[in-house]
């Protein structure tokens, strides 16, 4: 168990980690997620020990580490560089922390072959880092920190230098790799695909602070504040601006040549904490529209780019219109377009089934699942419906 307190990581005028406190369990694996900048790696320094932190306490099992230096902290740490020898040949690259710890001969050559094996790497023993794929030298460099067992792993976005079907792979093969081994990983990445698909939990930062510590679909599903919200997903969040307005149905968001209504739940929320007639942004995630009917919200969307992607299709547009119209005095099915300032329409995304036959240029009803929409303040961009 790894426990972070309180840390705080000042470098002269810049404080690239500020006060962050978590607990990884034992077993776990943590993906570490955000932004270039925003502390990942400079926390991950702290914990192997090769930075020490300005403020704050690390544990390891309940002691504490902060004097204890990097070598003698059991930990492995895997680098986006590989970090291998490149004269050596890759059972020499294996071997070499365990000959540098006088491990006997017999059981450095028992390790380096399990390793090899677990990671299908026995076929490339005999050769040297240049004749090896992007692929194979991260499986190297994975293999010459499990051959130590250390006591966690820690991942330093171990992946950014392979080609996108690389790393679809090796994300499989870590993956697999934890399950094997039944350790403890800390994973950073700034790929919110990569969180997603490898952590038990992920701790998303910005700017050196955490914004929120969840399993990958609580992240999803209840995102804390709206940087969350549209760091996690793809393609990104749409967001709106509209203000909180009552009409004859009950309350609904009201934006520039938009107009949606609200749940009962979500009206009540936004009256008893105070927000009617005030502004608010609107959440909205691209496969929460639908081009079949799905309730009575709807957005009129001119298309400006179809994305063809197989499986489905991104649609971007502009809303141009929006639906209920025969509440409004207009003919049922009839698009309302009250006021719209073309300058400063909404952009919105939307995925679609490749069934989806519009062109750009055309003009396309999209119905909004209100029941999963989110809604944020537009000052402290905290999720208003968070629960």
Not at 33 to 57: H, N, Q, R, V, Y
Request: charged residues 25%.
């Amino acid at each position: 168990m790894i426990i972070l307190k309180d840390i705080t990581k000042k470098f002269r005028n810049t404080t690239a980690v500020k006060g962050l406190s978590v607990e990884i369990r034992e077993g776990e694996l943590v993906c570490l997620l955000g932004p270039s900048g925003c502390g990942k790696s400079t926390t991950l320094s702290m914990i192997a020990g090769l930075e020490p932190p300005t403020k704050g306490d690390i544990f390891f099992d309940g002691k504490r580490v902060n004097q204890v230096e990097a070598e003698d902290r059991d930990i492995g740490m895997v680098f986006q560089n590989y970090a291998l020898y490149p004269h050596m040949t890759v059972y020499e690259n294996m071997a070499f922390g365990l000959r540098a710890h006088k491990t006997p001969k017999a059981e450095i050559d028992r390790r380096v072959r399990e390793a090899a094996s677990t990671l299908e790497i026995s076929h490339l023993l005999d050769r040297k880092p240049s004749a090896l794929s992007g692929g194979q030298k991260q499986r190297v460099a994975i293999g010459s920190v499990i051959v130590r067992k250390p006591r966690a792993y820690l991942m330093d976005e171990p992946l950014s230098n392979l080609d996108a079907k690389l790393r679809s792979q090796m994300r499989v093969e870590i993956a697999k790799l934890h399950k094997q081994l039944g350790a403890t990983m800390i994973y950073v990445t700034h790929d919110q695909v990569e969180a997603m698909t490898l952590g038990t939990r992920i701790v998303v930062m910005k700017e050196g602070a955490i914004q929120q510590v969840a399993p990958p679909a609580e992240l999803y599903q209840n995102p804390v504040n709206r940087f969350v919200a549209g760091f996690i997903g793809s393609p990104a969040m749409n967001f709106l601006e509209g203000k909180v307005v009552l009409s004859n149905q009950g309350p609904c968001l009201k934006g520039n040549g938009w107009q949606l209504p609200l749940t009962l739940a979500q009206g009540k929320k936004l009256m008893d904490k105070g927000y009617m007639d005030k502004m608010v942004t609107l959440g909205i995630r691209a496969e929460d529209f639908h081009e079949q009917q799905w309730g009575e919200a709807w957005l009129e969307v001119l298309a400006d780019v179809r994305e063809m992607l197989g499986a489905e299709v991104l649609l971007h547009g502009r809303v141009c219109g929006y639906g209920g119209a025969a509440r409004h005095g207009t003919a049922q099915g009839e698009p309302v377009r009250d006021s719209l300032n073309w300058e400063n329409s909404p952009h919105i995304c939307a995925k679609l089934p490749p069934s989806c036959c519009v062109k750009a240029g055309g003009r396309v009803r999209l119905y909004v699942d209100m029941g999963r929409i989110k809604l944020f303040d537009t000052i402290t961009e905290e999720n208003i419906l968070y629960v």
